[in-house]
């Protein structure tokens, strides 16, 4: 018999540990690492004994919360900053686009190789949000897209071949098809918007989160100046959509297209939101 707190052992017959006060027990449970003694706080908040059974729902927890926020991150980097970077910079650009002047503010955010706009919101958004959250999978969200990347290079393979001159190795080079100007959404070539384009958005973004994590410390060592910064990119994003939807009602009325395409920034900037109100609840340690 032994003791499950002070782990001495017994001779037959003893029921009870004179030190410990405890009922003692046939065998003694598996030593947990030092990682493993660590976790005492469950989900509900409050402190238990761990056993193998909550060491197993622990980390299953822990695996369905990685999964779902890799998977929110991926999203946030190949989909959420392509399409929401152009509505915030395109603020600075709002009394031209009423005047007519759409070829100077578009061409920049979809037909400029490399997608400048993009890839500086991206490295904002990252540095803000993995400063603030701390999540590992914000540093690997580039590998999807790369992955997608490195395919269409080495089969050449297009998403939409409109027309011959689509196709990369004809007339020109892949490189040029997939980063130079061989292919713009002028000739009706998507190929730069829906591969390059979110494998540039999806690196800058793990760059920016891989930059706050190694230099910059934890957010909460400056809460409220982190805090305003979060919040403030929350409001400037829903506020982008707000005009350039209030811009393109005056201009061209309502349509049904326009609530598809407002689930991204709206999506984005309430994260935003919601991420800037939980700093000062964070704790210090890292997250998933």
Same mark, same amino acid.
């Given at each position: 018999?032994?003791?499950p707190?002070?782990?001495?052992?017994?001779r037959?017959?003893?029921?009870?540990?004179?030190?410990?006060?405890?009922?003692?027990?046939?065998?003694?449970?598996v030593?947990?690492?030092?990682?493993?003694k660590?976790?005492?706080?469950t989900?509900?908040g409050?402190?238990?004994?761990?056993?193998q059974?909550?060491?197993?729902?622990?980390r299953?927890?822990?695996?369905?919360k #990685?999964? /779902?926020? %890799?998977? $929110?991150?991926q999203?946030? @980097?190949?989909?959420?900053i392509? &399409?929401?970077?152009p509505?915030v #910079?395109s /603020?600075? %650009?709002? $009394?031209p686009?009423?005047? @007519?002047?759409?070829?100077?503010? &578009?061409?920049?955010?979809?037909?400029?190789?490399?997608?400048?706009?993009?890839?500086?919101?991206?490295?904002i958004?990252?540095w803000l949000?993995?400063?603030a959250?701390?999540?590992r999978?914000m540093?690997?969200?580039?590998?999807?897209p790369m992955?997608?990347?490195?395919y269409?290079l080495?089969?050449a393979r297009?998403?939409?071949?409109?027309?011959?001159?689509?196709r990369?190795?004809?007339?020109?080079?892949?490189?040029s098809?997939?980063?130079?100007w061989?292919?713009?959404?002028?000739?009706r070539?998507?190929d730069?918007?829906?591969?390059?384009?979110?494998?540039?958005?999806?690196?800058?973004y793990?760059?920016?989160?891989?930059?706050?994590r190694?230099?910059?410390?934890?957010?909460?060592?400056?809460n409220?100046?982190?805090?305003?910064?979060?919040?403030?990119a929350?409001?400037?994003?829903l506020?982008?959509?707000?005009?350039?939807?209030?811009?393109?009602?005056?201009?061209n009325?309502w349509?049904?297209?326009?609530l598809?395409?407002?689930g991204?920034?709206?999506?984005?900037?309430?994260?935003?939101?919601?991420v800037g109100?939980?700093?000062?609840?964070?704790p210090?340690?890292d997250r998933?």
């Open positions: 018999m032994f003791c707190e002070c782990r001495a052992e017994y037959p017959g003893f029921s009870h540990c004179a030190d410990c006060d405890v009922d003692l027990v046939q065998e003694l449970p030593e947990l690492s030092g990682t493993e660590t976790l005492r706080r989900w509900s409050r402190t238990e004994r761990l056993t059974n909550s060491i197993k729902q622990f299953t927890k822990s695996l369905i #990685f999964a /779902l926020t %890799f998977v $929110l991150h999203f946030i @980097g190949m989909y959420g392509p &399409y929401t970077a509505l #910079f /603020l600075a %650009f709002k $009394l686009l009423l005047f @007519g002047h759409k070829r100077t503010f &578009y061409s920049i955010v979809s037909e400029t190789p490399y997608f400048p706009v993009q890839i500086i919101f991206a490295l958004l990252g949000l993995g400063r959250l701390r999540h999978s540093v690997w969200v580039w590998a999807l992955a997608i990347l490195c269409s080495v089969t297009v998403l939409i071949p409109t027309s011959v001159f689509a990369p190795g004809v007339f020109q080079s892949r490189f098809h997939y980063f130079g061989g292919c713009q959404p002028a000739a070539c998507l730069q918007l829906l591969i390059t384009m979110p494998f540039y958005s999806s690196l800058a793990s760059m920016g989160a891989t930059l706050a190694k230099t910059l410390g934890y957010a909460s060592s400056q409220k100046k982190h805090f305003r910064a979060v919040m403030l929350g409001l400037i994003v506020a982008a959509f707000i005009i350039d939807l209030a811009i393109s009602i005056h201009g009325g349509h049904n297209m326009y598809l395409f407002s991204t920034p709206v999506g984005l900037g309430a994260y935003l939101l919601y109100s939980t700093i000062r609840r964070q210090s340690y998933i």
